[in-house]
């Protein structure tokens, strides 16, 4: 069974792990909270005269400004250096495979927890070093407060090391590919949980009345301003929509470009259209980029971009584009088994308040071959592959509805085969595997 999960709570949690800053920020706050606990432990211990332990590093107020000095202008050196090196080696290989490598990159909680144990080390040396000072009783050391930021370099040299393997890996393309596919499985996961169970059929009759009305009579509302559509609060609609007794209709699906202007949705009666049109703004997010977020389409762009990169004559990389189908054939078989979104919202009586947009099924499987198949005319490793994919897909495939537009789309490989491979070898195996799916699909349909 899918999750259960608020839309919002998801994405709160995909706008906080998308940032370079709110990790580093933490793992600050969490070290000001220790030197101001060890500070105080060195200052009970100078005006009480407390003898500190053996481990505890010992040393003149000179001493420890240099050693803090040396230790806070390493740890900046290494921080910046460190992450230049790494965004050239990923801008170099976004050219190839395509931008979303950096956002990959971004999002990634082993970037963000070592840029924030660096940036916390050196801000707990700057904050010692200004502790250095005079005192009634002479100059005022904090030595617990330096034993501990040594401590912390220590660690800090293991961060590193762990980053350096950590960015070896993660930057290889089939990591790569086999996260996006992860990311893929959880947005169907959370996007299936989100909406729960039905209590009713989405081919209701009212539901065909309600929409039939809306085009002859409903008011439109146009978008108040231009970019991605990144998140709808679908409980926000539904709570105008029962404010104002309507009924609102989505025109666009997150990951849709919204215009400024154009039509956004439209609402019945008509004249609730300029109370919601007030309310526009707070009821959707749009931005420059695609989320994963109520966008499951998004995640499989994502492979899609990178096997036809691969498949580029610029590139040339033949089994790049082998892995990414491999994974658009399991999320594909994930997608049949799990998806089945419900494009209505109704209120706590059960009446209908919101229809929405969500990406079907069979544009899912288009989205996921079409382009693979234009750029991969005349290479029938790829084809043969695409057509293995679809038999996996056939086979996890739960209702016959489904089963069309896998077999469409294996005719136009077979077709595409016979236009563009010139050896009968080739053009065997080629019908060989189409043959299976074939057959595969008349039984599955009852032929």
């Not at 920020?25 to 000001?32: D, G, I, Q, W």
């Not at 892995?323 to 209505?344: H, Q, V």
Request: proline content about 6%; glycine content about 8%; some cysteine.
């Amino acid at each position: 069974m899918p999750r259960r999960v608020r839309p919002e709570a998801q994405w709160l949690a995909e706008a906080a792990r998308t940032n370079l800053w709110l990790v580093p920020t933490a793992e600050t706050l969490c070290v000001t909270v220790l030197f101001l606990i060890t500070r105080a432990v060195d200052s009970a211990a100078y005006y009480r005269g407390w003898h500190l332990p053996g481990w505890v590093i010992a040393g003149s107020a000179d001493g420890a400004r240099q050693i803090l000095t040396t230790l806070a202008a390493a740890l900046i050196t290494v921080v910046g250096v460190v992450f230049s090196i790494i965004l050239v080696a990923l801008t170099l290989t976004s050219t190839q495979f395509g931008p979303r490598m950096l956002r990959n990159f971004i999002r990634d909680r082993g970037t963000q927890w070592t840029l924030g144990t660096f940036v916390a080390t050196f801000v707990y040396a700057m904050l010692d070093l200004v502790a250095v000072g005079g005192g009634p009783h002479g100059d005022f050391v904090p030595h617990i407060s330096i034993t501990v930021v040594l401590g912390l370099t220590l660690i800090d040299v293991g961060v590193l090391i762990y980053f350096i393997h950590h960015v070896a890996v993660m930057i290889q393309l089939p990591q790569v590919i086999a996260g996006i596919a992860r990311d893929l499985a959880e947005a169907v996961e959370h996007e299936m949980g989100s909406q729960g169970g039905r209590a009713h059929s989405r081919t209701a009759p009212e539901v065909e009345v309600l929409r039939a009305m809306m085009e002859r009579g409903g008011g439109v509302v146009a978008a108040p301003e231009s970019g991605y559509l990144q998140f709808v609060r679908r409980s926000m609609l539904v709570d105008l929509a029962v404010e104002h007794d309507a009924v609102i209709k989505l025109h666009h699906r997150p990951g849709h470009f919204l215009v400024r202007g154009h039509p956004f949705l439209t609402v019945w009666p008509a004249e609730a259209g300029p109370e919601i049109e007030r309310w526009l703004r707070r009821s959707h997010i749009a931005g420059p980029h695609r989320p994963l977020t109520q966008d499951v389409a998004f995640a499989v762009d994502q492979l899609v971009e990178i096997a036809i990169r691969a498949l580029s004559p610029a590139v040339n990389d033949t089994f790049t584009a082998l892995t990414c189908i491999d994974w658009l054939g399991e999320s594909l078989c994930r997608i049949a088994r799990d998806w089945d979104p419900d494009p209505i919202c109704r209120d706590s009586d059960g009446l209908v308040r919101l229809i929405l947009a969500p990406i079907s099924y069979d544009r899912l499987v288009q989205r996921a071959h079409e382009k693979v198949r234009q750029a991969a005319a005349g290479m029938p490793a790829v084809l043969i592959r695409q057509l293995d994919a679809l038999v996996l897909i056939t086979g996890s495939t739960r209702r016959p509805e489904q089963l069309p537009v896998l077999l469409a789309q294996a005719e136009m490989i077979h077709r595409l085969a016979k236009e563009t491979v010139p050896e009968p070898a080739d053009l065997a195996d080629i019908e060989d595997a189409y043959q299976e799916l074939v057959t595969l699909h008349r039984g599955d349909s009852g032929v």
